[in-house]
């Protein structure tokens, strides 16, 4: 957050402790399209995910996501394109054939099997001998914490226990992948905090790579080295947390992961390290150049800046050297204990969200008063319009 | 808290009063209901087995049903009739191995039935139709164009004849019940096999085939009931030797020798252990 407008580089090295961009590539999916009765689930993905990283897929219901987990675990052919895992193309071969290994949404534990047979399965089909079996066994148990249920059958546990079983029973096999869809689905909302917690843990100590599919955008910022929005089963951003987050590369990414204010405007002549656009009122922000998408042929764009990246000052202050400036009016103030939360018609005529935290030192402006906004040129984005249908919105709205 | 308890009471005692009136007379009314079903239903079989007891007078050893005393001779004798003794055991023979084979198929069947949709398995409708057909059509039907086909194609009448009959009316029987187990069946534990290694054999053996062994062994029971107790059929396409049902029905001509009820006494018992056994097998398993 340094005075650097090469922010793109500066968020990728603040990450580079979790990116592993170096690793060996695990699994590589190449134009992989997958259609059912005539409608793409997934439309031409092309994506890497790197040895021992947490990846997740992220994105709204019906998006693709856990067709596209399946077809990596070999429950479901693409129409066309390629999977390779460790190198090896396994596109069309079965999933009893592939070293990864998958924990299902609603866990599947064999229901007539105890504990310690469920977790043993994959094992015994490997042909280890039973002193090995139990071993291992006993030690992954230990791992998701879980030492003393072997002999529970699956539906004497609670929901937390029957992730954790399907987790070893899944870890136990060392996958070079393993595949998580909605894990955390069915458990209640303390649960899966904790749960988030435990899995993070159990996945830096047994160091194996997971591809984790969710919705919730919490969850995948949380817990992810590097992440997918996926919006019709296509990838619309991917990189680190805090990349797609602070720069996001469509209007989508920009709503669905957190809050973002867009305003529309049409880009003018760039100017050394920023370009410049012009709202409809006539206001001018600018935009770091290398954060403004390529424009097919157009000039209109949206210019972004998260809420809470906005300060909110009485009409008049001084707009400091290094940021864009808006002018506007609140409707409405909320204050929420953490912080206020306004929402202010600007004079370009978009309402914007501005969050500002309690520290106690200034006071609120109030509803109807005039204000000025300003935020740091570096914190400012620039997408795409969004075209086509915008039926997906509904469903992903900020948990 | 007292005053908790005492609203509590009172809110719970006024709306019981009607339905304490409809327990009252569910309390008379159901129980001797249930009571005449029991009787309707056993008494026959109760007028059987004490009339295996029963003693013969005269020189023929057959049935009467006026009480000559207590005896245990037909129990000693079992084995005395040789018509009747053959029979048994082929009706025996015949019941296992035609529940065998119709249980096997008919498993097989539902689980194609449940699997596939039609666009992938072409004549799905046509069987499930057949299907239907099979447990309604009249048993006379089929047995009689049974006996045509046979006589038809010069098949001679036999074992074998039995066994195709009788596998073919039990088979639907079985899918039905398999495949009512099966839609239940929550196929991502086989995709979950998969996923650790079990090819699909491995995954039919360790994991899909005992699941649904109650519903298997429940129309495998069905099939083995069915065959015992099949009558029609069995008359159309029996050869020289008779299975128990149709040697039965012959000796009425004649008149029953009192091993036919000591066989029939065997054959309700062996079921009432069934019975027995499968409800303290679902009694332990919940
Ligand atoms: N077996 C199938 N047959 C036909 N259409 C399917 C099938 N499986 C998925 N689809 C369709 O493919 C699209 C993507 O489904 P998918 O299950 O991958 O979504 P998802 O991203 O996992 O959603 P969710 O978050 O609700 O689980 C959906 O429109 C769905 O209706
Ligand atoms: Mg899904």
Redesign the pocket.
Known sequence: MGGSLDTTDESRSTAGATTRSDHPVVVCLEDVTKI??DAP?VDDLNLEIYDGEFFSLL?P???????TLRMIGGFEEPTSGRILLGGREVTYLAPYHRDVNTVFQSYALFPHLNVFDNVAFGLRRKKLTKVEVARRVGSILEIVDLPHYEKRKASQLSGGQQQRVALARALVNEPTLLLLDEPMSALDAKLRRQMQIELKRIQSQVGITFLYVT?DQEEAMTMSDRLAVMRSGKIEGIGSPRDVYDSPSTEFVATFLGASNLLAGTLEAASGALSSVTLTDGTSLSVPHERVPALAGSTTLKVGVRPEKISIGVAGTSVPAGHNALRGRVRVSTFTGVGNQYLVDSVSGTELTVYAQNIGQELAPRSGDEVVLTWPIEHTFAVVPMTGSNDEESTNDEE | MSVQDRTDTAATSRPERPARRRRKLGRFVLPTYSWLVIAYLVFPIALMIIYSFNRVVGGLQQVSFSWNGFTTQWYRQWSNVPGLTSSFWLSIRLALVSTLIATVLGTLLAIALVRYRSNKFRGKVAVEQVLFLNIAAPEIVMGASLLGLFVTFNVARGFLTLVLAHVMFSIAYVTVTVRARLSGFDRSLEEAAYDLGANPLTTFRLVTLPLIMPGVLAGALMAFALSIDDFVTSNFVSGTAPPFPVWVYGATRVGIPPQVFVFGTFIFMVGIAFAVMSIVLSRKKS
Request: hydrophobic share 15%; proline share 0%.
């Open positions: 059912f009765e689930a994105g219901s019906g998006c693709g996501k856990t067709t919705h």
